[in-house]
């Protein structure tokens, strides 16, 4: 996590809260200049302190970014649909959650911007969809990729961070989603690739095997 700009968009307090903690971030309010590296930069959108024009503006933006709400019903009432490398959090945030998210964001835009990943033999290709071993070949789903790539980032994941990372819903309402398309992921690796432990369950954690 070292070398990472974190712009912050919508609340001063928080710019003071990050460089209090002394952290490894580099820390830049909205009006700064951040370094001219893409691949290390991350905006940290307090979206309700915003018009809602300028928020949609960072919305159309093909960069790692993190929204930080107090209305969960926010997005929806206003309509806002986030992109693969967008994730909203409901304030108050756990520290070390926030970290974990973060963490997984950069992992997934970095993979995204290289297109192909080696995952425990297995090659990933994000433009073609597909997961290759052995020249055996298979499709996957845009939600699959992301459940690899995620797990793959940060091994040992509970139901309920994936479902906010991938999916931006709660366990409680959309827990169907993670498990159908886990099913479904599994039954697709073991068809192609006779592997039946590519993705294991561990006192609720999820984890790829190395």
Request: charged share 25%.
């Amino acid at each position: 996590m070292n070398n990472i700009n974190l712009q912050i968009f919508g609340s001063k307090v928080f710019i003071h809260f990050l460089n209090e903690l002394n952290l490894e971030y580099n820390v830049y309010s909205a009006d700064a200049v951040a370094p001219n590296n893409e691949n290390s930069i991350v905006k940290i959108i307090f979206a309700e302190n915003l018009q809602l024009k300028e928020l949609k503006k960072h919305l159309s933006e093909n960069i790692p970014t993190i929204f930080l709400l107090i209305n969960k019903d926010y997005l929806i009432k206003n309509k806002i649909k986030l992109s693969p490398f967008h994730v909203s959090l409901i304030l108050p945030v756990e520290f070390f959650s926030f970290r974990e998210i973060l963490n997984i964001l950069l992992t997934k835009y970095s993979f995204f911007k290289k297109s192909k990943i080696i995952v425990n033999g297995y090659e990933i290709d994000s433009n073609q969809r597909t997961i290759i071993k052995n020249k055996v070949k298979t499709k996957l789903t845009e939600k699959e990729i992301e459940l690899v790539l995620t797990l793959n980032a940060n091994n040992g994941l509970g139901k309920s961070l994936l479902l906010k990372q991938i999916w931006n819903r709660s366990s409680e309402l959309d827990s169907h989603a993670f498990e159908t398309h886990l099913h479904r992921l599994r039954k697709k690796i073991n068809k192609f690739f006779k592997d039946d432990q590519f993705i294991l369950e561990k006192n609720s954690q999820y984890y790829l095997t190395k």
